[in-house]
């Protein structure tokens, strides 16, 4: 069995490790766990890099756990928070917990035969944990000195304005009381996540080793970042999330295939499962000819075919080759507005579409793709429009209704890559 903190090595995905971490990787099976927090119906790709640790550690043989926090997450974390956030209610709580359930299970197998991934609730223990029990069997163990001086704690402590409610200074005993839990029930003896969950999971080692008398460990990777300084994750649209619904295959392929050369190196690491020998060559690849973009390529297909499955993964490639004049029957008309969601766009009443149509040299001419009808005949004459990705060979040509995606949208083009949406209305 590999030594499971070598793998996280090469990655570059090990932060840091408390003493005896990789011994008891060569001792034998360990039981390890990460935490996510219901905060949202769906996690999202800055969730990705502490999954694939749950990953690897699967691969090499040991046995992962994924807590879903369904009663810290009616509390909240503090960690790496600027403020307080709402409190969730136990339905929201529940809602986000079902999610988040169906997204891990395309990265974990819960159905393996000699280590199959397991998903707990800390609600099961938390919520029949008595405020009496907690204070004299957990809080006893904690000095007010060590957790004032943790560092999320100081900060936050120290800005007058914000403060810190007790609330959340009592995250930390509760996710160390966690550790405990998973050691008593399953024999769960590692903690990981990433490098701003150091204290709390410290925390948890010394609480086992203080009441069991045991020893535990801990592993924090990285916290990711993007090559520019900006969060890892974030778009000008916002979030990217796993759930479909919220970002499409599409937009989703679309943020790893736009990653910055020096990002898709480190992605390709962190995201895939490639061995060191693949990823070297890609590495090499992206050196020589870097505008092939080899790299970002072999992030986005296995992402999202690991996140959207093998047609989501068709879907998006499609989508991306209709950018660059690829074929566009098969679209459904709300994939085609995700694609051209952010090109210049008018409306044109549906009614005037119908009988024969509308004359195309007119219609070019009301866009920005022509300045005016003699340079849209020009256009067309030179083989220089297109009516969705297909050429326009005569200049007498009428775009009709039946031209429409669903009768929605007609996408023109000029050239290579100059696109129009017409929106029908009515």
């Known amino acids: 069995?590999?030594?499971?903190?070598?793998?996280?090595?090469?990655?570059?995905?090990?932060?840091?490790?408390?003493?005896?971490?990789?011994?008891?990787?060569?001792e034998g099976s360990?039981?390890?766990?990460?935490?996510?927090?219901p905060t949202a119906v769906s996690l999202h790709v800055g969730n990705l890099l502490v999954i694939m640790l749950l990953v690897h550690m699967q691969?090499?043989?040991?046995?992962?756990?994924?807590?879903?926090?369904?009663?810290?997450?009616?509390?909240?974390?503090p960690s790496g928070k600027s403020q307080e956030r709402p409190l969730?209610?136990?339905?929201?709580?529940?809602?986000?917990?079902?999610?988040?359930?169906?997204?891990?299970?395309?990265?974990?197998?819960?159905?393996?035969r000699d280590n199959p991934a397991r998903m707990v609730n800390n609600l099961d223990w938390l919520g029949e944990l008595s405020a009496l029990d907690f204070l004299r069997d957990v809080g006893k163990h904690f000095s007010m000195n060590v957790l004032l001086r943790r560092e999320t704690n100081r900060r936050r402590l120290e800005d007058e304005e914000v403060g810190m409610s007790y609330t959340e200074f009592s995250y930390s005993l509760l996710q160390a009381y966690d550790f405990l839990a998973l050691y008593d029930r399953h024999g769960c003896t590692l903690q990981m996540g990433g490098s701003d969950q150091w204290g709390n999971i410290v925390a948890g080692v010394d609480l086992i080793r203080r009441v069991r008398g045991a020893r535990a460990f801990g592993v924090v990777s990285p916290l990711v970042t993007t090559a520019s300084g900006t969060k890892f994750?974030?778009?000008?649209?916002?979030?990217?999330?796993?759930?479909?619904?919220?970002?499409?295959?599409?937009?989703?392929?679309?943020?790893w295939l736009n990653a910055d050369d020096e990002d898709a190196r480190r992605y390709l690491r962190y995201f895939t499962l490639l061995d060191e020998a693949a990823v070297r060559e890609?590495?090499?690849?992206?050196?020589?000819?870097?505008?092939?973009?080899?790299?970002q390529k072999a992030v986005a297909r296995e992402v999202t075919q690991r996140v959207h499955g093998a047609v989501g993964l068709a879907k998006a490639e499609?989508?991306?080759r209709v950018l660059f004049g690829g074929e566009i029957e098969g679209l459904t008309a709300d994939e085609v507005e995700e694609i051209f969601h952010d090109v210049p766009s008018s409306t044109l009443p549906r009614e005037g579409l119908g009988g024969d149509g509308v004359d195309l040299v007119e219609l070019l001419a009301e866009t920005s793709l022509a300045g005016s009808r003699g340079d849209a005949r020009r256009s067309i004459e030179g083989g220089g429009i297109y009516l969705n990705n297909v050429r326009v060979e005569d200049t007498d040509q009428r775009a009709r209704l039946e031209s429409a995606v669903e009768g929605r949208f007609l996408v023109l083009r000029k050239g290579k890559k100059t696109y129009h949406l017409v929106r029908l209305t009515g």
Do not use: C
């Open 30 to 37: 360990v039981t390890g766990y990460i935490g996510f927090d």
């Open 88 to 112: 969730m209610s136990r339905e929201d709580v529940e809602r986000n917990l079902e999610g988040i359930r169906g997204q891990l299970s395309h990265f974990l197998d819960f159905e393996a």
């Open 282 to 295: 890609l590495d090499a690849v992206t050196d020589e000819r870097p505008q092939e973009r080899a790299a």
């Open 59 to 77: 691969r090499a043989g040991h046995s992962p756990i994924a807590l879903v926090g369904g009663g810290t997450g009616l509390v909240g974390d």
């Open 233 to 255: 994750g974030k778009t000008e649209e916002g979030t990217v999330w796993l759930d479909p619904a919220l970002t499409s295959p599409f937009r989703f392929y679309q943020f």
């Open 1 to 26: 069995m590999p030594n499971l903190l070598d793998e996280y090595r090469w990655r570059g995905m090990l932060q840091d490790a408390t003493e005896g971490a990789g011994e008891a990787f060569d």
């Open 318 to 320: 499609q989508a991306t």
